[in-house]
């Protein structure tokens, strides 16, 4: 599907109440992404029917645009008009190249009817993490037996005998007793809190703690799964529900 690479990119889905003015829109700009350039292989396919599944797309990072949910108001001329649809929500979005497919797909929205032709694809959009911005940092007060290892741009803590092993085999450093990961920085500390991102890495027996970028790098290309929202389980050494 070809991407607006302009400065708004507005989709209109279905369903909702017409004067509620939902943030049902999105608002497309580009941007500067400090990420490290990185190339993923993946097959896209589509929830409608209609449109064909795309296999070996080549996704690139860093992204290209960020897309928010905005509510559109006061249009002149008023637009042919369409019920207004479910709440969005705000993504990035990145350069994509899949095998060319044309396809003739009917769309209806505020700015009319008509069947548009989907020639080749522009860009894939992922959906930002929801993350809570509780800035609560505790104190810890690990037994001596429990050692952090920091990772550069993620940080784990396990028993110490695993911990000395493990971290030298991964290029890691591992902290003086006392200090436990801080997964907002991604290292080692005396004080910490809860990361953005845990990776999990159930075939080396340890997960790791810190923020999405760089870590989800990190994560993929290790092979790891990168999870949202879970927390790095001391004892089990993998990702749990906080």
């Not at 599907?1 to 509620?20: E, I, N, T, W, Y």
């Not at 002149?76 to 044309?102: D, E, F, I, M, N």
């Not at 500390?189 to 080396?204: E, I, K």
Request: overall charge neutral; charged content about 15%.
């Amino acid at each position: 599907m070809k991407a607006l690479a302009g400065a708004m990119l507005v989709f209109l889905l279905a369903g909702s109440r017409a004067d509620a003015q939902p943030f049902d829109h999105l608002l497309c700009s580009r941007v500067k992404d400090p990420a490290p350039k990185a190339a993923y292989v993946a097959s896209l396919t589509p929830s409608d029917a209609g449109l064909p599944a795309a296999p070996g797309c080549i996704i690139k990072v860093p992204a290209k645009q960020l897309c928010v949910d905005v509510s559109k108001t006061d249009v002149s001329p008023p637009p042919p008009g369409a019920p207004a649809g479910p709440a969005a929500h705000r993504y990035l979005c990145y350069k994509t190249k899949c095998p060319r497919q044309v396809v003739h797909f009917p769309a209806a929205d505020q700015f009319g009817s008509r069947v548009v032709e989907i020639r080749k694809t522009g860009l894939v959009c992922a959906p930002l993490a929801t993350t809570t911005t509780t800035t609560s940092t505790t104190t810890t007060s690990l037994p001596a037996s429990v050692r952090c290892c920091s990772l550069g741009p993620g940080c784990f803590d396990a028993e110490e005998t695993f911990t000395t092993n493990l971290c030298p085999n991964l290029a890691g450093t591992v902290a003086p007793p006392g200090q436990s990961c801080d997964g907002t920085t991604g290292s080692c500390a005396t004080t910490g809190a809860t990361g953005q991102l845990c990776c999990n890495c159930p075939m080396a027996s340890f997960c790791m703690e810190g923020p999405i970028v760089p870590l989800g790098d990190l994560c993929f290309d290790v092979g790891c799964t990168p999870m949202v929202g879970y927390t790095c389980d001391v004892v089990t050494r993998t990702c749990v529900l906080p």
